[in-house]
């Protein structure tokens, strides 16, 4: 329910209970809303409001049942498992007997609710296979006794026409481990009788569509319902709805189950076949006016037969009634409205007997032979208020049984209501509501109540009829404020009743009934010899039904309506016995469309079915009760007090709560175990302010949890971070180790392979030896000499590699050369050339020669201009070659005197500016001297045959190694040219010598000695000087 609070804006109220105002209106709203959203159920407290929806709804299949599974009763949405689990589990742990009343119209949903409550046992009770075998005929006799006891009417296809009350025994662990079925007024004047667009019961088409030919044949049947009168009264002997063919073998398999083998199975359906021949007998006026049978004795025949009496007999049951007087028997003809009246009788004897057989017989085959305890569950499907156009007999029995079972709801639902206040100690308050013992006696009442009279009425000889029934009635009941009748009534009643009608006001409204057929219906007289003839019969259903009604007895049997009122005695004393748990069922509509909401319809019913004199009652005193700690666990948010624990009594929790949340005292009271809240409103407020503070408690809670996982998740991803960190520092670590290992490995392979590296190339030092090879390569790539003259960079090599490095030196020494070759100009090498012969010339013979290595040689000294051009025109004819200045020292007196010596190709001229002064064929210039000092002197010895002609030439000349490389070349004179130690002599003039002199002194000079000869001094060469020292 308290869930139900939260939503009772969407979906209505619940529980009507808890409805602001009780009034009819607001009742019926209720009903509506929740009906447009599919919730058919709606409680009054624990009473159960079903409105059928005539369609399936998805709210009775196995989910649900687990969802209602031991919960309790207001948690969960009102439902029909709710109720029969709180029944249940009720009975369980108190260990007492229970009842579920299902009452409604025709069509309101008794019988799918009965139905549904058993189903639910059969899911959520323990079983076992014996369990099995009672859960199975406990089921399966239902659709035996709707085959035999249910028939479609105009509100119902499937309309009980009997009350039905079964009892379910469990014992102490909560199996079901049997049953008992009572069965109340079965409607037998169907089987001879049915309004227009109603059938008879199932089982007579059943049989007649669903059996084997040969069981046809047995029972002298057609497959041709139009054939038997009493299946065609109605016209509707087939229904789209009903398929009989189906339901006979459903009804076959059931038999079997409750235990009705075959041979009791061909007993039961003569009997039935016995009816339809039965409806088929007609009767013809003889001459007298008195009942013949017509010709077509086959069907006599055919119901001797199959009741096993015999045919003479019968016949002359139904034609004669058998009077006795004294000892005399005297049998006394019948009109043919008598032999009709006879024949209907015994059909619905016979097949009113049969049905209480099998009542009995599955009683017998669900009878629980263990002597122990049981509680019991009771389930009564019973006919609810009727009120038709016209209401007869069989609608005062059914009224009246209603106002029984409202007597018995008033009793039971105060009684409880008082204990509930008296065991919490809350001081009782009178209910106002509307007592209807006054009904239940006026009909009920012995020798002045409706029944006694009508009983007085049948046993009265003389002619009474009907309307002296009525008579009577009037003379009694003249004063009573619950009975009117056409005499009895005020002006304005009697418009609205017939002279043959009665009215009684019942607690859920007024019923006119019409007392034709009261009699008749309630003797429901079958003549004494046909009752005689039935105990003799071979049919042993017939035989055992009969002989049980004790024939030997000559005592008039009990009235129908006194049978019925001890029997809802008895049934009232058995559920007075029990708690008590209540279904009503109600109607939508009368078209059985789904979804419809026939208002007056419903309305009409809560009316009748006294729905709201119940909520009533239950509202007498204080609309909502709960326990202490239910109540302040739902409600402590409301109250920091109780918030988020109260650690004392609940009891006084409900207290401060209710303090704090400003409940007047008038509003509740405190119960011993429990809290009284008088109006709804009060707790509406409450839920109200509930349901505000859930929102804010949903965030605060939302928040702690998001907190606690976050911190989860923090806690987790560190733990995984210093997994993995973990891991990865064992990983880091092996691989460091790994990498150590290696390294030593490689250490000690080193150090083996240095101590081993001048040995032959072994596994040990190998790879030392590769590792020394490629150092040596590397560094020597990095150190390699640049040029061809640096001849020290050379690295030196370790010795494994000495061999390779000589190689390597010459290779690079070689592509040295030949990079230097190839860089060289065509001018450069020729230059080089002559560098090359001046070497072979003076290299180590002279000693000024290293310091001129360094000198480049040119071309020429003097450029053409600076030569006299008479001179160029003297020796035009030769080709001038190299031009030099020079310092040519006189023959005689070895005077200086500056002159330009030209080379041309085959002399050399001695030029004093325009004058050749001396002209050196080379092929007369026999020899070149020079010294092997510092000096620059060079003699040119040349052949001097004619002593006119000029004796050898002294010069001095700067560039003297150039000069006379060029010279040597020009003039293909290497060989001749010399160099001298000491002097050298000269040829002055033919014959005539001299000679020059070389010296070293601290200066260079050039004289004439006293001896005559030309005394050079030359000094010392640095170099030479340096060589010395460094000798010395
Ligand atoms: N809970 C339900 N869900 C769907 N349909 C239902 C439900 N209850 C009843 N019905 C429909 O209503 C029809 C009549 O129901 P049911 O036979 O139980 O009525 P009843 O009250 O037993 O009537 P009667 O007094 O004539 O026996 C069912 O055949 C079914 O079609
Ligand atoms: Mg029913």
Redesign the pocket.
């Known amino acids: 329910m308290e869930g139900a609070l939260t939503a009772r804006d969407r979906v209505g109220i619940q529980d009507f209970v808890l409805l602001d105002e009780t009034t009819e209106e607001a009742f019926i709203n209720n009903l509506k809303k929740r009906f447009s959203n599919d919730l058919?159920y709606t409680y009054i407290g624990t009473l159960l409001v079903?409105l059928?929806?005539?369609?399936?709804?998805d709210i009775y299949n196995s989910k649900q049942m687990d969802i209602y599974m031991g919960v309790n009763f207001f948690e969960l949405p009102p439902h029909i498992y709710a109720l029969a689990d709180n029944a249940y589990h009720t009975m369980l742990t108190e260990y007492n007997n229970h009842f579920i009343l299902i009452s409604?119209e025709?069509?309101?949903?008794?019988?799918?609710?009965s139905k549904k409550i058993l189903q639910y046992y059969a899911v959520s009770c323990p079983s076992t296979t014996l369990l099995n075998t009672v859960r199975d005929k406990m089921l399966m006799s239902n659709p035996v006794l709707e085959a035999f006891g249910n028939a479609k009417?105009l509100?119902?296809?499937?309309?009980?026409r009997f009350g039905k009350y079964m009892d379910i025994q469990f014992d102490s662990q909560g199996d079901a481990v049997g049953g008992h079925i009572l069965n109340y007024l079965l409607e037998k004047s169907r089987v001879v009788h049915q309004n227009h667009g109603e059938r008879n019961f199932h089982i007579f088409y059943q049989l007649v569509e669903g059996a084997g030919d040969e069981l046809l044949q047995q029972l002298g049947l057609e497959r041709d319902c139009q054939l038997y009168k009493y299946l065609t009264q109605g016209e509707c002997a087939i229904v789209p709805s009903i398929n009989d063919k189906n339901d006979w073998k459903t009804v076959k398999n059931a038999l079997q189950v409750v235990n009705i083998d075959e041979s009791y199975n061909n007993h039961l359906f003569s009997i039935v076949a016995s009816v339809l021949h039965l409806g088929n007998l007609t009767f013809s006026p003889d001459s007298k006016g008195l009942a013949t049978l017509r010709s077509n004795s086959d069907e006599l025949q055919w119901v001797s037969n199959l009741l096993g009496v015999d045919a003479e007999k019968l016949h002359e049951g139904f034609t004669f009634r058998k009077i006795e007087a004294k000892n005399d028997q005297i049998l006394s003809p019948f009109t043919i409205d008598h032999a009709i009246y006879a024949r209907d009788a015994l059909a619905k004897a016979i097949y009113g007997q049969t049905f209480t057989w099998l009542v009995n017989r599955i009683n017998e085959s669900m009878e629980n032979t263990d002597p122990s305890r049981k509680t019991v569950i009771g389930l009564l499907?019973i006919?609810g208020f009727e009120v038709f156009y016209v209401n007869s007999f069989e609608q005062f029995c059914i009224n009246y049984c209603n106002e029984k079972l409202q007597q018995l709801f008033i009793q039971l639902t105060l009684k409880a209501e008082q204990e509930e206040y008296e065991a919490e100690g809350i001081e009782w308050e009178p209910v106002q509501f509307f007592n209807n013992k006054i009904i239940c006696d006026l009909v009920e009442e012995k020798h002045r109540g409706i029944i006694a009279i009508l009983d007085e009425e049948c046993l009265r000889p003389g002619d009474a009829t009907d309307l002296t029934f009525l008579e009577r009635l009037e003379d009694k009941m003249a004063n009573h404020p619950h009975f009117v009748t056409h005499k009895l009534a005020d002006k304005m009643t009697r418009k609205t009743l017939e002279r043959g009608d009665f009215r009684l006001l019942h607690y859920a409204g007024e019923v006119t009934y019409c007392v034709v057929g009261f009699l008749d219906k309630n003797n429901d007289l079958l003549y004494r010899n046909i009752k005689d003839l039935m105990c003799q019969s071979k049919n042993v259903i017939i035989q055992k039904c009969f002989s049980t009604l004790d024939p030997g007895n000559r005592k008039r049997p009990e009235t129908v309506a006194t049978q019925f009122k001890s029997s809802l005695l008895k049934l009232t004393e058995i559920l007075m016995a029990k708690e008590a748990w209540y279904i009503r069922?109600l109607k939508s509509n009368e078209s059985k469309q789904k979804g419809q909401f026939d208002e007056a319809l419903v309305r009409h019913q809560v009316k009748y079915l006294g729905l709201m004199e119940h909520l009533r009652v239950r509202r007498a005193g204080f609309a909502y009760r709960r326990k202490y700690d239910i109540f302040l666990q739902r409600y402590k948010p409301l109250c920091p007090a109780t918030w988020p624990h109260w650690r004392g009594d609940p009891a006084d929790g409900v207290e401060v709560l209710v303090q704090h949340l400003g409940y007047l005292p008038n509003e509740y009271k405190m119960g011993r175990t429990k809290i009284f809240i008088r109006h709804p409103r009060t707790l509406y407020a409450t839920e109200d302010a509930f349901e505000r503070c859930k929102h804010e408690l949903a965030t605060r809670l939302q928040a702690k949890y998001k907190g606690y996982k976050a911190k989860g998740e923090f806690r987790k991803q560190k733990e995984a971070a210093t997994k993995i960190e973990t891991c990865w520092r064992g990983v880091q670590a092996r691989k460091e180790r790994e990498k150590r290992a290696w390294a030593v490995k490689v250490i000690k392979q080193f150090i083996k392979g240095y101590m081993t590296r001048g040995q032959a190339k072994t596994t040990d030092n190998s790879e030392y030896l590769a590792f020394v090879r490629q150092n040596f390569l590397n560094r020597l790539k990095e150190n390699l000499p640049k040029t061809v003259l640096d001849k020290t960079t050379w690295y030196s090599p370790p010795p494994v590699c000495s061999e390779t490095s000589e190689i390597l030196r010459k290779l690079h020494y070689r592509l040295l050369v030949r990079k230097y070759v190839r860089g060289i100009t065509p001018q450069r090498k020729a230059q080089l050339q002559l560098k090359l012969v001046a070497s072979t010339l003076f290299k180590g013979k002279k000693e000024s020669y290293p310091q001129s290595i360094a000198q480049p040689f040119v071309d020429t000294r003097i450029n053409e201009q600076d030569i006299n051009p008479r001179v160029i025109q003297m020796i035009r004819n030769e080709h001038i070659k190299y031009t030099v200045p020079v310092i040519k020292y006189d023959r005689n007196g070895f005077k200086p005197r500056p002159r330009q010596l030209i080379l041309t190709q085959t002399a050399a001229y001695v030029v004093d500016d325009a004058k050749i002064k001396q002209r050196v064929l080379y092929t007369s210039l026999k020899g070149i001297s020079v010294s092997s000092l510092t000096d620059a002197i060079v003699v040119f010895h040349i052949t001097c045959e004619d002593p006119k002609q000029k004796g050898d030439l002294v010069m001095q000349c700067d560039y003297l190694f150039e000069f006379l490389t060029k010279l040597s070349v020009i003039a293909n004179k290497r060989d001749a040219i010399h160099v001298v130690q000491g002097s050298i002599k000269i040829e002055v003039q033919a014959g005539k010598e001299n000679g020059v002199d070389f010296s070293i002194g601290p200066e260079p000079m050039v004289y004439k000695g006293k001896n005559g000869h030309l005394m050079v001094v030359s000094i010392v060469c640095l170099t030479e000087l340096c060589l010395k020292s460094h000798r010395d």
Not at 106 to 112: D, L
């Open positions: 058919i079903s059928n929806p005539y369609k399936e709804l409604g025709s069509g309101a949903g008794k019988t799918e609710a009417t509100k119902n296809d499937n309309s009980s499907d006919y069922c």
